[in-house]
């Protein structure tokens, strides 16, 4: 970690993905497929998302179905093939599959495939955000130098 | 896409990653280094981030500095190598790098590899999330069924 109040940001070197499983929770009670997930909030002291980065191992799913109080939820998919469960909507999820949920729905997901699973998992305050998020950059005029 | 309002959740499908070049912002005086990028906010109707997904092409990278207004980004690189300059600072970046960056930050970066760089853009209000985002999550007592 690299953290610095002073400056403008902040950053983590995870290392490759496939140990992402190295940084668990920590906490003995979790299920398996929890120990492949790395939470970013604290480490990098995110003041408006909650962020993990998460390897599921084959044949390992979430033990428990969860909604959200006041956090969107947004998964994106960059690596092997699983399955996802919203309400009453079952359906498969893949490398490049970006799924938003309300706070409201009913989730589960499961790695079914003979292949790690990883994905990205971002939470922020519903309704949050305005306009186009194009619109909050500023291009800053000066000369480009490397 | 599958985008229904009445439904808790949106989703998408973009398939291999690798293609990504596909989607493009669509507007012919980008630089080369944005086609590359799909942002997600519109057609999954996001309320509380902008997303992108981008694929940096070998010797390409951004042409400008930007700042932000509002909004702290996080970028997430999942494959490959580049480098990254915030205000006075340049460092590396490859698969496992997250860095924060607070508005201010005047921020830039590039893929000087000889293979395509890969990363996630979120983008959301600075300081509108507060606590613990586990906390936000309420796990639901009922039986996992699939």
Same mark, same amino acid.
């Given at each position: /970690?690299? $953290? ?10 995870? &290392? ?5 499983? !190295? ?6 009670? /979790?299920?398996?497929?929890?120990? &492949?997930?790395?939470f ?21 799913? /979430? ?10 939820? $947004?998964? =994106? ?24 949920i ?6 589960? @997901? ?11 998992? =971002?939470?922020?305050?519903?309704e ?8 909050? &950059? !500023? /291009? ?5 130098? @490397?």
């Open positions: /970690m690299n $953290l610095n109040k002073s400056r403008n940001f902040s950053k983590l070197e995870l &290392g490759n993905l496939e140990n992402i499983g !190295k940084h668990s929770f920590g906490i003995p009670v /979790m299920p398996k497929p929890l120990e &492949g997930k790395k970013l909030k604290e480490d990098l002291a995110l003041t408006s998302m909650e962020v993990s980065i998460n390897k599921m191992e084959p044949g390992t799913g /979430m033990p428990f179905y969860h909604q959200h109080t006041e956090n969107e939820e $947004l998964y =994106i998919f960059i690596k092997g093939q699983g399955e996802f469960q919203i309400d009453d909507e079952t359906f498969p999820v893949r490398e490049g599959t970006a799924i938003r309300a706070p409201n729905g009913v989730r589960i @997901w499961r790695n079914n495939s003979t292949e790690a699973l990883y994905y990205i998992v =971002i939470q922020a305050k519903a949050s955000i305005g306009g186009s998020a194009i619109v909050d &950059g !500023k /291009m800053v005029k000066k000369e480009v130098s @490397w």
